[in-house]
């Protein structure tokens, strides 16, 4: 049984070496066709006469391109020169022209957020005021807010204002005080509550953790939001007096 084992080894061996030789001598076209019966362990190495032949084809790619740097050049410049007859408005994929937001579209999206950027707080300039009976709601973005003159309040990141800026929020829903209160519907066209961005912060860290039971899946995962925070510094569009109403 042995003996057997060790010829059938032998003969796969050697047969195996028989056909790499055969392809290493022609690599071009190699014809493989086997003919008879089939071999068994006891066959001998003559009886390799059944394969007549292989076909093996072989396909290589050619570079069809010139690999002369100069000529690379000359594409290059060609290429940049059509981008220039064409006035800029070629594909994106051949002339990639990369710019920022047009202010006209920064102060587009702050409005649709809620806001209007006015600008820099000058060093010698005191916007903060007393304290005064009035109060508003606000709406930035999707969240609103009741403030007052001197609070402060964190809302989500706010784009194009940075430290020391002096903002206008100008979606105002609600103001009152003393003597009125005035609602929206939705929104108070003439009121306006004045605001200055003291920091941009990170949140708390949130974990987030998923896991599906008896499924060895378990995710963790952290998230910090960013946030602006803002000091209310007066609030306009309603009577701020302390005289009380009285009935006629």
């Known amino acids: ?22 392809a290493l001598e022609n690599t071009q ?26 076909q093996f084809n072989i396909t290589r790619h050619l570079n069809s391109r010139p690999t002369n740097p100069s ?48 600008g820099p707080l000058d060093p010698s300039e005191n916007p903060f005021k007393p304290y005064e009976p009035a109060f508003a709601v606000v709406q930035i973005g999707s969240h609103q807010f009741k403030v007052s003159n001197g609070d402060s309040i964190f809302t989500e990141r706010l784009k194009f204002c940075e430290v020391n800026g002096k903002l206008i929020l100008n979606r105002v829903l609600m103001l009152g005080s003393k003597t009125q209160t005035i609602i929206g519907r939705p929104v108070l066209p003439d009121a306006a509550v004045h605001a200055v961005v003291e920091e941009h912060a990170l949140d708390a860290k949130v ?3 998923k896991k599906k039971r008896r499924k060895n899946y ?5 998230h910090r939001q960013e946030l602006t925070k803002l000091r209310i510094t007066d ?7 302390d005289n009380l109403a009285t009935n006629a």
């Not at 006891?42 to 032949?53: H, K, L, R, T, V």
């Not at 000529?71 to 220039?84: L, P, R, V």
């Not at 994106?92 to 937001?101: D, T």
């Not at 609030?235 to 007096?241: A, L, P, T």
Request: contains cysteine; neutral net charge.
């Open 71 to 118: 000529d690379e050049e000359e594409d290059e410049e060609e290429g940049g020169q059509s981008c220039e007859e064409e006035g800029g408005e070629a594909p994106a994929s051949k002339c990639m022209v990369q710019r920022g937001k047009s202010e006209e579209e920064k102060i587009k999206e702050a409005a649709e957020i809620g806001y209007k950027v006015i």
């Open 235 to 241: 609030i306009q569009g309603i009577d701020k007096s």
């Open 29 to 54: 076209t190699l014809i493989f066709r086997a003919r008879g019966p089939r071999l068994n362990s006891f066959d001998s190495p003559a009886g390799f006469g059944c394969i007549n032949s292989l």
């Open 207 to 209: 974990i987030i953790f």
């Open 218 to 222: 378990r995710r963790t995962k952290g």
């Open 1 to 22: 049984m042995a003996c057997r084992r060790c010829l059938a080894s032998l003969t796969r061996h050697f047969r195996s070496r028989l056909l790499w030789n055969a």
